[in-house]
């Protein structure tokens, strides 16, 4: 029975890392905004492997605001939020509330019942680039590996398309860029760096942001807010959802683009 349960956990593990090798869209993060894009990509059919370095996906939405684990949506984005099995609370002017771990849980359920292959406690330590005209795939790693900083050589995983979803830092725009020399579609060239809070422009900037921001490297989410040169915004969510669908639109045109 023992060597049964390993194997059965082996067997299957190594089935799906196998199939991940090549997937039409990597997405890196599971916030929020990775979560919602990787569950729409692969609604339509398509193979998405999301990477979270962290045991739980879920990013910034547990915790609500300094742990009082509520956050806010607005009516704009309640439709998206019903459908991916939010409970909504009506609040103040024309507001949601949602239960934070119940909201995190809901995405990440929709997001596996999708078909997303989910790697938690991986991390993408880089890109791979297609003569340097293109993102196409993903560099990974263990995460315990790399906060150990053990000298242990990644693996890499291939994608028509990968979303940097990684929230605040922006790791992969910003490691695409100081690596590589490139330019990244934005104002500056680069990761413009995230502005102070404002609720409502953050709101905005992180959906207006959210792109395309070098030839197979998409942002969204906080992530887009940094690259961008956005505002923050707290605990309100909208922006992330609306976010994370725009982003999964446009990786959906690259990858019917990609596959004529
Ligand atoms: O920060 P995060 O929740 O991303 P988001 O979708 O949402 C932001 C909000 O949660 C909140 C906010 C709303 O008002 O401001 O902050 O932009 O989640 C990012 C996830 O990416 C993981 C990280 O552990 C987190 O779960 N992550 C970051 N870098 C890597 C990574 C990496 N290199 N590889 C894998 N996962």
Redo the contacts with the bound molecule.
């Keep these: 029975m023992e060597s049964l349960v390993s194997s059965g956990i082996i067997n299957s593990y190594f089935k799906k890392l196998n199939d991940s090798l090549s997937a039409d869209a990597a997405v ?8 919602l894009a990787a569950a729409v990509i692969a609604e339509k059919g398509y193979s998405v492997n999301l ?4 045991l739980a ?5 547990w915790g609500g605001a300094m742990m009082f684990n509520k956050i806010l949506i607005e009516e704009n984005a309640a439709s998206i939020a019903e459908e991916s099995g939010m409970i909504l609370t009506p609040g103040e002017k024309g507001n949601f509330v949602v239960d934070s771990v119940q909201g995190t849980a809901a995405l990440i359920n929709r997001a596996c019942c999708s078909g997303v292959r989910v790697f938690n406690c ?4 880089d890109l791979t680039f297609d003569n340097n005209e293109e993102v196409n795939g993903v560099v990974i790693n263990w ?1 315990p590996v790399l906060r150990q900083k053990m000298m242990v050589d990644p693996l890499m995983t291939m994608a028509e398309a990968v979303l940097d ?5 922006a ?2 725009a910003a490691r695409l860029a100081c690596k590589n020399g490139v330019e990244l579609s934005t104002a500056t060239g680069g990761v413009a760096g995230e502005r102070s809070l404002n609720v409502v422009l ?1 709101e905005r900037n ?1 959906v207006e942001f959210t792109g395309e921001v070098y030839p197979g490297l998409f942002v ?6 940094a690259v961008g040169g956005g505002y ?6 909208g ?2 959802l609306l ?2 669908s725009k982003v999964a639109d446009l990786i959906i045109e690259r990858i019917e683009r990609k596959q004529l």
């Design positions: 890196v993060g599971g916030g929020p905004s990775g979560l990477y979270e370095r962290n996906p879920g990013g910034g939405m991986i991390a993408v330590d995460s979803a990684t929230g605040h830092p790791e992969i953050g992180t969204s989410g906080m992530s887009a807010c923050r915004m707290g605990p309100i969510f922006g992330m976010s994370g």
